[in-house]
């Protein structure tokens, strides 16, 4: 997110917001890159795998699952 866009919400939603905003981005941008169930690697830049892969959180974070983990798992 740049600094315009910031701002923009910012003026639209409140600082406690935009605060909030930035700290859930900073949690994922700290998140793992490996699937949590089989150590499958994410790609960040394949967009196929963007709506593919799942992220779980809870109380101990953020898990990421692979394709395959969700179909198991259903």
Known sequence: MNRKQRRAM???FGEDAANK???VEKAI?????TCSGCDAVFNKDDKSSLD???VSIDES????IC???AEKKV
């Open 10 to 12: 910012k003026k639209e």
């Open 21 to 23: 905003m930035e700290s």
């Open 29 to 33: 941008s700290n998140m793992s890159n």
């Open 52 to 54: 593919a892969w799942r």
């Open 61 to 64: 974070g953020f898990d990421l």
């Open 67 to 69: 394709p395959l983990c």
